[in-house]
């Protein structure tokens, strides 16, 4: 097993590009909203779903070149760790030292290429990290309160205006 791909997985994926998940509107690419160029995290109105990669395993590490590209400084790799813990890595690597992190999805499979996110999710994450935590926590402490096995129905009184 290698983590090198060797030249038969080379030839594939120049073969077979990545499926283009974006939609087109007349004949131009929409990208997703956190790579267009005047995306500023720290100024959205609204907030990013991570519901499709919160149960994923992450590595952080400080990122170098160009953001949106895989080139990160291997000796400041931490992992692996859960979501909230790779969102609290993003968030004091930032707060502390003003460097992007570079954060990569990690993958058991080998015929899987690499993921990480891009540039303006790791931005929502730096700007937004404490409440993307606190809500997580609050989130988590409701879903544990009121779980199906504590629920009980609510209790109505009927006001009949026979009873005076």
Not at 75 to 98: I, L, Y
Request: with cysteine.
């Amino acid at each position: 097993m290698s983590f090198i791909p060797n030249g038969d997985q080379k030839r594939q994926d120049k073969l077979n590009p990545k499926k283009d998940d974006s939609q087109s509107v007349a004949g131009t690419v929409q990208l997703p909203i956190t790579q267009s160029e005047d995306f500023c995290a720290e100024l959205m109105d609204g907030a990013i779903d991570f519901s499709g990669i919160e149960n994923e395993t992450f590595l952080v590490a400080v990122n170098t070149g160009s953001r949106n590209k895989p080139p990160l400084l291997a000796s400041t790799m931490r992992g692996p760790f859960e979501f909230f813990d790779m969102v609290e890595a993003v968030g004091c690597m930032w707060e502390r030292e003003q460097h992007h992190a570079m954060v990569y999805v990690l993958t058991k499979d080998f015929d899987k290429s690499s993921q990480f996110l891009d540039e303006g999710t790791v931005d929502y994450i730096e700007a937004n990290w404490e409440e993307i935590i606190t809500s997580g926590i609050l989130e988590a402490a409701i879903a544990d309160n009121y779980s199906e096995d504590k629920v009980i129905p609510a209790g109505l009184i009927g006001a009949n205006p026979d009873d005076d």
